[in-house]
């Protein structure tokens, strides 16, 4: 179980680089060259469809990972950082949706 718990997480987290880094180039090949705002709904669905993605497999390999990580102690080199990031990611929304509800007079 912790070595298939090992591959999918590190499965998973070359899967999250590879969307981050595909995103920006399926942008740029299916940009048609001209300027105007003809295309931002699709270039806007490619961006954030490739970053919940990214997302979805950094979860992926976190939550694995913290399974594999006592047998085979290299795993916490992607688990550590793809557990900030998505802490980091469901902070910022956790912000941004009750900050619209609840404004404190600190800040």
């Not at 688990?79 to 600190?106: C, K």
Request: glycine share 6%; net charge neutral; charged share 10%.
């Amino acid at each position: 179980m912790t070595d298939q718990s090992y591959r999918i997480s590190w499965i998973a987290f070359v899967l999250a680089v590879t969307s981050v880094v595909l995103t920006p180039a399926i942008v740029f090949f299916t940009d048609d060259g001209y300027p105007g705002w003809d295309q931002l709904s699709a270039q806007l669905d490619l961006i954030f469809g490739g970053a919940a993605i990214a997302f979805l497999f950094l979860l992926v390999s976190f939550v694995s990972g913290m399974f594999a990580w006592r047998r085979r102690r290299v795993a916490l080199l992607w688990v550590v950082p793809s557990g900030t990031v998505v802490l980091i990611a469901l902070a910022i929304l956790l912000a941004s949706l009750v900050g619209r509800i609840w404004q404190p007079d600190w800040l």
